[in-house]
């Protein structure tokens, strides 16, 4: 088993920044690929980023070159870097780890990233 846990989430300005920061334990040598997935109200939850365990990366086209997803498999954590960010931001961002080992996708309880004034 995997277990997930987010934090960083919070209120910020737009145009403004925020780190949110994932930490993994449980059976983290299964974990392959990483990402960040986020719900805003009334959508679909969509993936916003995702990593791969030798650094490969992969963004939606709406966070490209805004957000920048890192991981760090010693520490067992993933982190997501958000810079000019914008309202259509506002979501719950959720942690994800896929292991085909246990062909399992864990979650972790999300974070809320509300970007307002």
């Known amino acids: 088993q995997v277990q997930l846990v987010e934090s960083g989430g919070g209120l910020v300005q737009p145009g403004g920044s925020l780190r949110l920061s994932c930490a993994a334990s449980g059976s983290t040598f299964s974990i392959d690929t990483m990402g960040w997935y986020r719900q805003a109200p009334d959508k679909e939850r969509e993936l916003v980023a995702a990593?791969?365990?030798?650094?490969?990366?992969n963004y939606a086209d709406s966070v490209k070159g805004r957000f920048t997803i890192s991981r760090d498999n010693a520490k067992n954590t993933v982190d997501l870097q958000m810079n000019s960010l914008k309202p259509d931001d506002t979501a719950v961002y959720y942690c994800?780890?896929?292991?085909?080992?246990?062909?399992?996708?864990?979650w972790g309880k999300g974070t809320l990233v509300d970007v307002s004034s």
């Open positions: 994800n780890a896929d292991s085909r080992l246990y062909r399992m996708k864990y």
């Open positions: 990593i791969t365990g030798s650094g490969g990366t």
